[in-house]
Structures are given as C-alpha cells and as structure tokens.
C-alpha cells in the first residue's frame, strides 16, 4: 500500500501534469489506437493543456512526485469526467477511486457525474463500472488530428 495525497492542482504543477498526461496517454492507447492518432498529443500539446485546464484538475501524488490526475468540466449541475490518467507505475493502488472520491466530495452542486470511455478499452469500462459507472449508450464522437478526421466508438456511463 502507498500513501496518496489528492489536492487541487496549482501553477507549479502544470509540467508535470503534462509529463503524466503524455506518458499515460501512450501506455493506455497504444495498442488500441493507431500511432498517427497517438501522435496528434504531443508533449507540448499536452503542458499548454494542463495550463488551460488547472482550475478544474485534481492531482494525486505518492512517493512525492504526481502520478495521476482528473480534469472536469462542469455545466450547471452536470459533471463530465473527461480525463483521468494514471502512470502506469501506479495502477492497481487505488489512486483513481481516490481521485473520484475527491471528485464527489468537492463537487457537491453536480446531480449528474457522467464520462466517455472508448470502447476498446477494455480494462477502462472495466474500471468505471467497478466504480459504480453504467453505460448509457454508445455514441461516435469524432476527433481531428490535422488534416485527418477519426471517428472514436465510445460508451457514455454514469454515476
């Protein structure tokens, strides 16, 4: 068992971010998608993110480094999950289910929690229902990456 410490992300946390973002979005996708995909995140794409969307991250940290973080958007009274990301290192403790515990606790004006999830990531729907989840439907969203245009199958689950 590891110590997790979840807080509000700051300024000072914004590369970081970046780095775990970066680095657990290839551990997670790259044998679901194909790399021209994975390549439209690039590092710096991801640190000018992560400063874009401070106000509404949460980070988790053990062994004093950051290892995972939740970013939200919230709309009146609903709340979309719209990116949690883990290193890799660190799954398996528990650092997520803390992530969206802090989550519920901190967001109380949100009556509706919902995310998107691709649907092949298997281990992901997995997790999310595990955390209480339900899918709802399965949507295609579309994705832009340059001049390219991929259509991502994936479940929309609630809390």
């Excluded at 997790?4 to 790259?30: C, F, P, R």
């Excluded at 595990?130 to 832009?144: A, I, M, S």
């Excluded at 001049?147 to 479940?155: E, H, K, L, M, Q």
Aim: net charge positive.
């Amino acid at each position: 068992m590891i110590d997790i410490l979840v807080t509000s992300a700051e300024i000072d946390d914004i590369s970081n971010i970046g780095m775990v973002h970066y680095q657990a979005w290839y551990d997670t996708y790259k044998n679901i998608m194909c790399n021209d995909f994975l390549d439209y995140n690039t590092k710096e794409k991801l640190m000018n993110d992560a400063e874009l969307k401070i106000s509404t991250t949460y980070i988790a940290k053990a062994d004093n480094k950051i290892c995972g973080f939740l970013f939200y958007k919230l709309f009146e009274n609903q709340l979309e999950i719209h990116e949690l990301y883990i290193l890799k290192e660190y799954r398996g403790f528990g650092i997520g289910t803390e992530l969206i515990k802090h989550l519920i606790t901190n967001q109380k004006r949100a009556t509706e929690i919902f995310l998107w999830v691709l649907r092949k990531n298997k281990k992901a729907v997995k997790y999310y229902k595990r955390q209480g989840f339900k899918k709802t439907d399965k949507v295609d969203l579309v994705k832009v990456n340059n001049s390219t245009t991929y259509y991502v199958d994936c479940y929309n689950m609630n809390l």
